[in-house]
């Protein structure tokens, strides 16, 4: 297991947008798993390579609480959206953090997997949200500029969940 150190908010790396994988290397096989391990360590259902200070349009996900079942989105492309939620969002790279954001309900993504084949997900509720926030790291956006009101602090609200 090799955790990557995560970037946070103020470190200018995530207000970049990543840049296309041509090619799977080793050297990638190894970041997508160590951007796993980095999310599972820290306890969050996702995390895009721009976190970990690598500008390449790779994100995981893991949104189920029973077993670990990661998702690799390589040049994840949104296809479809409808319908809407409003919830609390955080993110690995502003701990501690929380904010009320709107996203869709439903999310069609497509993406390559690690062997480069591509491949069509469908998500609602914690999934649609998880590929949305992570989708935006691709192009440097973080979810305090979808924040309606304002941050807080995740300890103030975590009995309102
Ligand atoms: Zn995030």
Redesign the pocket.
Same mark, same amino acid.
């Given at each position: 297991m090799a955790l990557r150190n995560i970037r946070y908010m103020g470190d200018e790396v995530l207000n970049k947008k990543c840049k296309e994988v041509k090619e799977i290397t080793p050297k990638l096989l190894q970041l997508v798993d160590d951007m796993i391990d980095t999310m599972y360590e820290a306890n969050g259902v996702? %995390?895009?390579a721009p976190?970990v200070g690598i500008l390449k349009r790779i994100v995981v996900i893991d949104v189920n609480m029973e077993e670990p079942e990661p998702i690799v989105l390589i040049n994840p492309v949104i296809l479809e959206t409808s319908g809407e939620q409003t919830g609390s969002e955080g993110? %690995?790279?502003?701990p501690g953090k929380v904010g009320m954001v709107t996203r869709p309900n439903y999310v069609k993504v497509k993406a390559f997997d690690t062997d480069m084949n591509e491949f069509v997900l469908e998500g609602t509720e914690l999934l649609a949200r998880a590929i949305c =926030?992570?989708c935006d =790291?691709l192009d440097g956006i %973080?979810?305090v500029e979808h924040v309606e009101g304002e941050l807080m602090d995740a300890d103030a609200v975590s009995s309102e969940e």
């Open positions: 996702g %995390l895009a976190q993110c %690995l790279s502003a =926030h992570e =790291h %973080l979810y």
